[in-house]
């Protein structure tokens, strides 16, 4: 008929699907998962992909057989993120689990930023800010099991169940969420201490408004306290269980005194890595800022985007504060910046350029998209296990270097609490064990196999204990050289046997 137009019908289909996701938590949620699983499963059942990522895996599978965390096995973050790995191990000791958690983890998070742009955005607008959530984690080193893929998902939760609840902290009232909400950042700090930050920030924000409401002094205390009781809760429980255990001074060593006491970057080389850091931070700074900017020119958004802001800027000032400075610490910033983004999205046009700079980019960069890299690393990884395996009939193995799970792949115990090899041969180490008195009890046993990384990846090195095992391994019978690959492309190992005889 004249004057009649007809939709395209995939036009049609594509409206549809579109108010659906907007219309449904589950569908976006479902959307969020899928991309999480499409972007990260190029590494999914790499062992080797990260050393952090790995050691996490191996300490949650000795506290699973029943190894004591910081005496057993040493590190010095919170005790939370290896109970994580541990309840895994109980039910699938598989690097692909682990990766499947995580992948989960991810897209909670992701779910979480979608919730909090959705207050100062429109739906497509914060599902795209979801998307730059997933993307930015990958770029930053969150793409397999680092912690940030943890702590992040519980902070951006404590962050939306605070903001949520704005109305009513201004009538002066707590409720049930916002407890849920404070025990979520305190178990994002037994994760990684210093989240404590952020924690301090909501805690500060929940002050601030209950004290502008008419409660008297007493009133707003009694509330401050039960929700600072809340977010305290997990540490709390920590130090109570090692105290009644016997080993509380353990624990402090471990999670506060080490980390103090260790050495840290030169100042040369931190100024380097600060405008590194600055460079790679710089896009999703920029388009967060446009967005920041968006949104304040709307007043009924400003009092969300005030504290977002404040998010993004605690974060990111504690990234460049921080003595050293590493690529994954930025994954703290990353959910603030994202939701900022939302704010472009929804008022900036064209929005392609966002897009393709903090999603595109991201992804292109990350370290899953290196496919090269992962359609290589599984085979090259199973023929350097398998020949450690046949060298090793006894199980005495030391790891010399990043690939510190291969003790649970030839089924060998750590021959230390440090089996995280970095704590014996990095120079500016500090653990609260005599690395040299370690080193020596290790030799002595008399590894049959060393597997060792050339070069070290540290700088600089402590020479006392690589100077011993490079005189143990010179007593070795046979040596052969592996290449496997990371998320950093090629590393070489030297598998020296033969060694006990």
Request: include cysteine; aromatic fraction near 10%.
């Amino acid at each position: 008929m004249a004057g009649m137009t007809m939709e395209a019908p995939d036009a049609g289909r594509a409206g549809r699907l579109a108010r659906i996701v907007a219309d449904s938590r589950l569908a976006q949620f479902t959307c969020l998962l899928a991309f999480a699983a499409l972007i990260r499963c190029p590494a999914w059942g790499e062992w080797n992909f990260g050393i952090d990522d790995q050691f996490y895996a191996l300490v949650g599978e000795r506290l699973a057989k029943g190894d004591l965390l910081y005496v057993d096995i040493w590190d010095r973050k919170g005790p939370l993120l290896y109970l994580i790995f541990t309840a895994i191990a109980l039910v699938s000791p598989t690097m692909l689990a682990y990766q499947l958690v995580a992948t989960l983890s991810a897209a909670l998070g992701a779910y979480g930023v979608n919730r909090i742009a959705r207050m100062i955005a429109t739906p497509g607008s914060a599902m795209l800010a979801a998307l730059s959530y997933l993307a930015l984690l990958s770029r930053f080193e969150g793409d397999n099991l680092e912690a940030g893929v943890f702590f992040n998902t519980l902070i951006i939760a404590a962050a939306w169940l605070l903001l949520s609840r704005f109305d009513r902290l201004h009538e002066g009232r707590i409720d049930a969420g916002l407890l849920t909400g404070f025990l979520c950042a305190g178990m994002g700090i037994a994760i990684k201490q210093t989240v404590a930050l952020e924690g301090a920030l909501f805690g500060l924000t929940a002050i601030l408004l209950l004290a502008r409401s008419r409660r008297s002094v007493i009133g707003v205390a009694w509330r401050a306290g039960i929700l600072a009781l809340a977010g305290s809760l997990p540490m709390l429980a920590t130090g109570l269980f090692y105290w009644m255990d016997g080993h509380f001074a353990d624990l402090w060593n471990a999670i506060a005194t080490s980390n103090f006491a260790r050495g840290y970057a030169d100042p040369a080389i931190r100024v380097q890595r600060i405008f590194t850091m600055a460079g790679m931070l710089g896009i999703p700074m920029v388009f967060s800022g446009i967005g920041l900017h968006a949104l304040h020119r709307q007043p009924e958004h400003r009092p969300v985007a005030r504290l977002i802001a404040l998010w993004a800027f605690v974060a990111l000032a504690l990234i460049f504060s921080f003595p050293n400075i590493y690529v994954h610490y930025a994954q703290s910033a990353l959910a603030p910046l994202a939701i900022l983004c939302a704010g472009y999205f929804a008022h900036r046009r064209p929005v392609w350029p966002g897009l393709v700079a903090v999603i595109g980019l991201s992804l292109a960069l990350s370290g899953t998209f290196h496919l090269h890299d992962r359609w290589r690393a599984r085979p090259a990884a199973a023929a350097m296990v398998g020949y450690i395996d046949a060298v090793t009939p006894h199980k005495r193995l030391l790891v010399w270097g990043a690939p510190n799970y291969l003790y649970a792949k030839i089924g060998a115990d750590p021959v230390s609490p440090l089996a995280f090899s970095p704590h014996l041969y990095e120079g500016r180490e500090w653990t609260g064990l005599d690395e040299r008195r370690e080193v020596r009890r290790i030799l002595s046993a008399r590894p049959e196999t060393v597997v060792a990384q050339t070069p070290l990846p540290s700088s600089p090195l402590n020479e006392a204990t690589v100077s011993m095992v490079d005189a143990y391994t010179r007593t070795c019978r046979k040596q052969r050289r592996f290449t496997i690959y990371d998320h950093n492309g090629e590393q070489v190992h030297t598998v020296f046997s033969a060694c006990a005889g």
